[in-house]
């Protein structure tokens, strides 16, 4: 069985082209054709993009095997279809891909995870307050957590919604925070900095990102920004019981209300509304790098996208309630 | 220093009556009159009303002692201004009531709460889950808790604001539930019923009740909704470490559900919105007793207020949107 | 001609079958093919479920003989396209169904009509006051309403939308009622109950169901809320002028604001917000049974949807403004 | 006793004025003085103002034959309060003014009463079809209905605030229409003028105007515009009895629809959003009329309010949302 | 070449009908087929109508000479597709279409616009004040600007979406305030018919209608609304400079107001509620004017569309947040 | 007469001081005392607090010669009354004040002016194009302009509603671009300083702050957010027109459009939603600075008002739409 580093990637493919390896499936589902025979329609990826697939006879067991969401290895042929490729599959199984061939699976950030991370441990190492100090110590000791706080995607869908991304969105927060804490010496800058720190960890639960990206059912339920205070309640007693440090009276409280208030309002999933200095500039600079990434990412893409032929506006942004211009008039 | 129990009662006052004994005080603080002497402005309760209260001179130690809200012993005489009457006070100091005086300064229930409390106990006792019992168990040993529970009110303002309020309005949910499940075969009777024990236990945390009706500022920051699903965090895992029992599977994030979606939508202040059959029907049951109850109180009062001149309509009721028409057409 | 009823239903037929029968038709269009020939696009239903048909060459003059909603004769043969069932159609022609096959071709409640009529009725009994009495009984007298009633959907989408809808609907808030009064000993119980059986009659003029469910036009341009008023306008004064009875002054006012409140707020129907505590209760019981009942089908159906292959979630539900996780956790 | 129409006016009251004659009366509300002595407290009025009243000593007897709102005989004196007027009142009684009274007591159109209802039957005389011009006069036969029509104001507070008012509005509006409906001929004028005759009928039942005005409670529990569309319902069909003609199919719903939908939108109380090209135009001539008339009472009042000192702007006017800029730039 | 003229409208086309001539097109792109060989894919339109069209080989060179959106001539063949015709490209090329080719291709009013445009000239003529009379004759002065307010549409869909439509809808407000005003003569005429002429002005820099109908990337940025009040901005001081007349202070305020209030609340566009009489009479007769016409045109079309199959509910339109009822019930 | 800088200063006063002394008054009105007698009523400020004034016998004259807003001279007496102080009034005159005393008398920013204003002006010297560079110039020549842009108050109430709050505001948010920019290396930070600077221009037209803060009649109808855009179309046609230089195609319509839609949504005033990453950029910081001002500046001010008590949370802050919790739990 080939893996997926050979082969070519899906935004190489060519009509009627043989492929063969491993892949990302979603969607399978078992459909009735013509004859009554069941066949198979799914969407299979790679971290380059993703095609709609179709086997056309495949046996019960052969489906049963399959995850709906996961992991396959497939041999067969590009096919245009409505003008745009599908790909007709020949034959399919269950895999389970390296860790190599995972990371040439799914979409990933493009920059240094390592580097990343410790660059955030630095930052970390700028709080001033012994026990908030400890606080951010206790998170990184955990192994596991951070092991999924460097390799999470920051969403589903919307801005960061790549490996890594989690920690490239935190990453690029404290150091707006940085930045920006400067000019307002009232505000405290370790809640700050621990707050945005802290912001999104509950993500690490309510999304799954090892076969595509979704919400756990958990995450649905109950959501990152409850989870987030919940790992913050935990992790804040087991450090005050192993380091025998005390965090200050209401400094958990105040952290926590950070975690709850941080999607500003109630329609977009804030449990509380920001009520400390710090909860409110915590939040704005969560919308800040959220809503600057998306535009620059819709308006000045790295690559355009292949059959995109132009215009001076991109297609309507949800998340900005509008759609955006492109030309920077100032350029060239 | 006479105790409170053997004085007359704020909703008893005349005019231009002499008042000596224990009293709630809230609002306490320091003006200053036109020679620029401190003086005091307060407002003075018991269960049965308030007024305001002025002390024309009172020094600045006298002042410090006071609690801004609590408890003092005070004499004065009662005088009427602008229609209403105020309390002239002459002399003041802090007071700790004796428990007998707290019942006689705080409004409450007029159940049993003894009773109630047994009601509750034996409701949960039908739960059929061994492991919900199990938890509902736990609960129910946790005398601290229980304390409270037997204690608190339901809320600051609005409906059951009363000692005992919030175990009234749980156990009329659970009467609720228990006539309306049968019509629902397919609901789960345990997730409805524990559910509706657990969905405003917070509130236990989130209101400080022992002087004044008010928020901690816990309340204030965290709520009572992510603070139930907290301690629903705890008391499974302590019940789960004490007893062997586990909860299936999926069990606990669903009662957590239950807690963070009883406001059902997020401007009332749901984490989630409600998505089981059983968080629906929680959350709907939860808007039946306490709007039914806000509509009977302002309606058919059981005591007309004494400066009331009637007219077919109530006030504006804000949480009903609407003011209320009061007679029963079909009555006498 | 054959009759329905000794065809096999939709949710039987397979790929390539033959089918002859009467069936509902909606939608019926006349389209133009490549060669500038009509074609007959519809729908064709039977109470099982409907599938897309096509009749690729028919003269106007028999299309003009088929009524846009209603019933035919036809025969033709199902044939898979893009992997679901249409009906490819050889001859077709209107039918007048018999009122057996008529059973045949609408959705239907499977609870036996005449058992639930009774124990409406028998409920009804209940009622204390002489003149409501007599006023229900004015109602139970109208054989064509009452006819209309026994038959009618709920609704023509969402909760109850079958034959016999509007009867098992109203039942189910009766006992709900019947549950819940006795909670609230300062609610009059004859007023929920009236007002319970009332509140949807005008749906019996909004709807018509004798071919697919759809509204009238005074159905959209009236409404059952305000019809409902209207009809009890003329039923209390028929009712006052036979038997001599007298309701008592304000009552057909308030029962009158029932119906005209009981969809609670402005934007989802009311013509005004319900402002007597019964006619909150009604308001708010009605949306305890819609909404559960929505939640139960959803979320927990009697027969899982042939082609649904699963996942935790249903289809997001508009008028619960959520997914609904499906798994009860204490199950099993 | 002396009677109304031989005393000075409110509006031409000044300190330390004796009084004596016939008043509205309303809030009529009994407080206790500084020694538990009852106390009066009230709105006394004409058709030119009103002043707030107080009875120092008032015996419970007299008190209780007051109306809450109604007539009285009263003498008194005016006292300055707080910069403004107020009216001690020496000796009060409940009064029944004789008719010419009344026309001194409440405000009131300054139009011809008899020349506008003259204006209004002339332009329903130019209706077309035969049926309505039937149902019109049978509105018009309606004697007490029409004494109801010429009298009643358009509004509790707002725009036509006063006697007459409801029938200045509708011939307004009548005018209106009539120069606008001959600019989209496809409009059947006969519907939007019919349809802006009855669109306020229901005001006639909705509010009472003897004493003050104000809601009925059928006007708070049913509403003017349910309660028009009932009247229509019993006008046409005693029209259909008695005059043998008969209304096109769909002409009462359309007519029904017109006044459920008047007011444009359910928020403010339309029961069905406009849904013909007539309702459409109705209830967009209705607001026309309205914010026109608003608008200038506010900016260009006839007589400035005597205390106002002016400024450019307006006080906020809650209907326009906005304040309102006086100038007219092009003026002199 | 042929030019359009002497060629079948869209509208008449039949299938299999070969296509000589000058179109509009619009959406041009450049897909690949099967084989990776580039193909074109847009949209094929005249004044009549518009169809998809493909041309399944094209080159490179020839694409990029093709316009976005723009004129074209071609020839091809018609086919059926999916119940719908498509045209099949063989040969295309860029075309300027003479201006008479012009008024073929693009939808344009059906009134006489040199009447129209004397008409406007007319109205204002009754301008009373002599500067406002010299500012309106600075605007018809400006023949550039003049001959594009006579040529744009009213909008890009919506209300009179076609050549010619902003004069009509101009004249018909203009006609409209000149039958309104004289019912509320404190209303400042003046005002209100300067105030319509100028609302909309802005819409012959915010329009593209010499290809298709679109925004500017102007009117996408800064919209008609303030773009009108900057060229009133210009044109006042223009006019002032160069006629010596000056403006009433204030006066260009108000007008500027009005411009920028016309859409009525921010919601729609408007920079400013409005906040004079004149401005609040301007922004609804605005509204009456669009909304009539919407509802007559949807409702009670000249023409029915082809494939209309009637029904007495229109589609719902969501200008007007409903879907009309047809009949007129008084009608034949 | 005695100037105002050798008196005390309002949150000095004491109770029944005698003052005498230059001070802003605003509000004056007339009112008329229990004999009738006209007596003033008014709000008498400096720059460090407000009282109420009333002077009890004033003749129309010297009443007519004061400004409703503006300055006097006065002689009084202060007096307790309710608990605060209000001035009784001797004598007055209309005022005056040199520049020396109206620094006295109006809020100011405690930062110098002169080095803000450099900070600026070497902040835009560090734009790179050439024509934005010369457009920043063409804005600092403008002597006028930049007068009132360095005196300017930000707001009426709100963040920086003091004098050269504007200017204070702008340099903030040069200081924050300066250091966000960096962190997003698409964003062309020339736009974002250029609009920055340029946002809130229009504010020098819109309020006037040479008496009390308000907004002059162009600012509420107009408003600084179109007066902006207008301003900067004129200064961007004198800049081309001086100097040759061009702004690119775009350049213009990019600011005006980043001028228009700093508001961010249209319920806050925004006349397009920002549609460029600068736009959006622009209008979040904007956001940042004025929130993390406000909350800051209420929940740690520099000195805590006189009479307030403590307590852990502020008022409800309507901008945030909460009231703040204080306390800093890592703060001592």
Known sequence: MTTGTDRRHINEFGAAERVEGCFAITNAQLGRTRNDKPYLRCLISDKTGELPGRMWSIDEPTFNRLP????????????????????????????????EQLRDLLPSTDKDIDAMFADVVAMLGTLEHPAVQALAQAY???????????????????????LGGLLEHTLNLLRLADAVC?????????????????????KTRELVYDRAFG?????????????????????????????????????????????????????????????????????????????????????????????????????????LDTKLYRPDPLAG
């Open 182 to 202: 400067p000019l307002y010496p009232k505000i405290n800058r370790d809640l700050v900095l621990m707050g945005l720190f802290l912001h999104d960890l509950g």
């Open 140 to 162: 990184l000791d955990d192994e596991y957590l951070m092991q999924a706080f460097r390799e999470a995607p920051a969403a589903k869908v919307m801005h960061h919604a790549y």
């Open 68 to 99: 709906t969401e996961g992991f396959v290895w497939l041999e067969g042929e590009t096919q245009p279809y409505q003008g745009e490729l599908q790909l007709i599959i020949h034959a399919i199984d269950r895999a389970e891909p390296s860790p």
């Open 215 to 319: 919400y756990t059912d958990r995450g649905e339920l109950v959501g990152h920004i409850v989870e987030g205070a919940i790992m913050l309640h935990d992790k804040a007693q087991q450090m005050m019981a192993t380091t025998g440090q005390r965090l200050p009276a209401g400094a958990l409280t105040v952290l926590q209300h950070i975690i709850l208030s941080h999607h500003g309002v109630p329609e977009y999933g804030a449990a509380k509304i920001p009520s400390t200095p710090e909860a409110i500039l915590v939040s704005m600079l969560d919308n800040v790098d959220a809503k600057t990434t998306i535009a620059l990412e819709a308006a000045r893409p790295d690559r355009a996208a292949s059959f995109d032929l132009g215009g001076n506006f991109t297609q309507r942004q949800w998340a």
